[in-house]
């Protein structure tokens, strides 16, 4: 479903990406942990081709959607808005209900007419996360996606992207929470992100 060969990318001098191999087969679940600077975030944002390789290959199928880190949520648009834009823009059916059916999973319903600057960071986490499910994404692209939660909302999400996952749904998460990759990935192919060099690990949790 997802290859990249020999992917190699840097910013300056600096080799963020080098020479990774990767293969992601269709409704896995890949868990990429390491320290920041080593490269996480750029190889999620060269899957959704926000970023180009400056050598190599990427090789998808499928839809894909992307929860950013730093939330990207339009400021002058409502919660609901925020969900909706992208659905309303390509013309989707039933995107109402499906917004409603997220918010309410992620404890938002009451906060679907709030804006950003209404909103903890918490919520606007779970906001940025229901959005990138609204596409209905073959694949699932979270860089981050528990940062500043607490420990319920982050088993709220647990529960939520393995009932996204068993819908068929691709996912490759990032994150430093290695608790919660445990929990999302530790059944699946788990793959650890360390000194710019992708190696598998074939642990069980914890990692």
């Known amino acids: 479903m997802l290859k990249i060969n020999n992917a190699f990318k840097s910013f300056g001098n600096l080799a963020i990406l080098n020479n990774i191999n990767l293969h992601i087969t269709k409704n896995s679940i890949v868990g990429?942990?390491?320290p920041s600077g080593g490269g996480k975030s750029t190889l999620?944002?060269?899957?959704?081709?926000l970023e180009n390789?400056?050598?190599?290959t990427l090789d998808i199928h499928g839809s894909t959607g992307f929860m950013f880190q730093d939330f990207q949520l339009f400021p002058h648009m409502n919660v609901f808005d925020n969900l909706t834009y992208a659905t309303k823009v390509l013309n989707y059916q039933d995107y109402h209900q499906h917004a409603k059916d997220l918010l309410t999973k992620l404890c938002l319903i009451n906060k679907e007419q709030h804006y950003p600057d209404q909103l903890s960071g918490g919520q606007k986490q779970r906001v940025a996360l229901a959005r990138s499910l609204m596409l209905k994404p073959d694949i699932l692209l979270c860089d981050e996606p528990t940062s500043g939660l607490d420990i319920a909302t982050i088993n709220d999400v647990v529960d939520l992207l393995l009932s996204v996952h068993k819908m068929s749904v691709t996912m490759v998460i990032a994150s430093h929470d290695l608790d919660f990759l445990a929990k999302i990935a530790y059944t699946q192919k788990k793959q650890v992100l360390t000194a710019n060099i992708l190696r598998k690990n074939s642990r069980t949790?914890?990692?």
């Open 53 to 56: 390789l400056d050598r190599g």
């Open 44 to 49: 999620l944002r060269v899957m959704q081709k």
């Open 32 to 34: 990429l942990a390491g």
């Open 205 to 207: 949790p914890p990692f």
